[in-house]
């Protein structure tokens, strides 16, 4: 007979401009679920830190890189990025208003707090989608992950983003020499070809080892210089 520990409680659910938003309590983990689809957990927040990290060694010695986070989560790659000097400017793009509120007063703050007060960082209330279309500012490195993967979106309209329109936005939205990366629960050989149709160059997949079933990844790719 499962006990209350094993029974996720449900701090707060939240219908939002996308539809629903659950933060639940599973023992010790915090866990976001959007439409019924389990987003992510404070577990680990190893690949989040691995996509932060991953795009900034690509950079070489580029000083003082603005990062693009697409996607706030649980806070694991904007408290990673903050932690580090190297970085000159941090923006995150989040549609979910529910989210933001979680890290800025709710239970995720304990996660955020510190890189939320840090003057680099800059919280943006919008759809990623939308926003590498029309934006007109341009960054070092876009750290993206606001889905399972290309292959496993949260909602219909984030396949454009893994599309090849998409794709040249993200370019547009890099400065030469610029680094995309892209989180996935799964390897995409057909996302591999789709990044380098769309231009990129230095395409490629790192693994990150999880305790069951198939590596997450970071797929990889730079803008021409």
Not at 85 to 98: L, S
Not at 170 to 186: F, I, T
């Amino acid at each position: 007979m499962p006990t209350s520990y094993d029974i996720p409680e449900v701090l707060d659910r939240r219908e939002g401009p996308y539809g629903e938003v659950v933060l639940r309590r599973h023992g010790e983990l915090l866990q976001i679920i959007a439409n019924g689809c389990f987003l992510m957990d404070t577990s680990d927040g190893r690949s989040e830190r691995m996509l932060v990290d991953a795009a900034l060694a690509a950079l070489d010695d580029r000083p003082d890189p603005h990062v693009l986070i697409g996607g706030l989560g649980v806070g694991f790659s904007l408290a990673h990025a903050s932690a580090n000097p190297r970085w000159g400017r941090i923006t995150v793009v989040e549609r979910e208003p529910t989210i933001i509120d979680w890290h800025r007063t709710g239970p995720l703050s304990a996660l955020s707090a510190k890189a939320l007060a840090d003057p680099r960082t800059n919280i943006l209330e919008t759809d990623l989608v939308g926003f590498v279309n029309e934006t007109c500012a341009t960054f070092d490195a876009l750290c993206l992950d606001i889905d399972n993967g290309p292959d496993w979106t949260v909602t219909d309209g984030n396949h454009d983003l893994y599309a090849h329109t998409g794709l040249t936005s993200c370019a547009r939205a890099l400065k030469p020499g610029g680094v995309l990366a892209v989180w996935s629960a799964k390897p995409s050989a057909e996302f591999e070809g789709s990044l380098a149709n769309a231009g990129f160059q230095q395409v490629r997949t790192e693994e990150i080892p999880v305790a069951r079933g198939v590596p997450d990844v970071v797929h990889l790719a730079v803008r021409p210089g």
